[in-house]
């Protein structure tokens, strides 16, 4: 996994719930595989919670990471994980 980038990262929060909950996020990687996945399992964390309504301005990514200004972020393994629903 070490030569996997992420190439970009778009958020689709028109998916949100009635009361703003939930983001979903399209990760696009340099191997040209992409993956899909809600952030409600990470609202929990009070910096995904402002991420997913839209407190924490645009994901962006620096190829490892997708991150948010607030500091919230996510790793590759995590990303893997939430999708592949590990360790919920």
Not at 58 to 84: C, F, R
Request: proline content about 2%; hydrophobic content about 40%; aromatic content about 6%.
């Amino acid at each position: 996994m070490d030569n996997l980038k992420i190439a970009s990262v778009l958020e689709d929060s028109d998916t949100c719930d009635e009361n703003g909950m939930g983001m979903l996020i399209f990760v696009d990687f340099n191997n040209d595989a992409s993956i899909s996945f809600m952030l409600d399992s990470k609202v929990s964390d009070s910096l995904f919670d402002a991420a997913s309504r839209g407190k924490a301005g645009k994901p962006q990514t620096d190829g490892k990471h997708v991150y948010w200004q607030n500091g919230a972020s996510l790793t590759i393994p995590e990303m893997l994980s939430i999708v592949m629903d590990i360790d919920r």
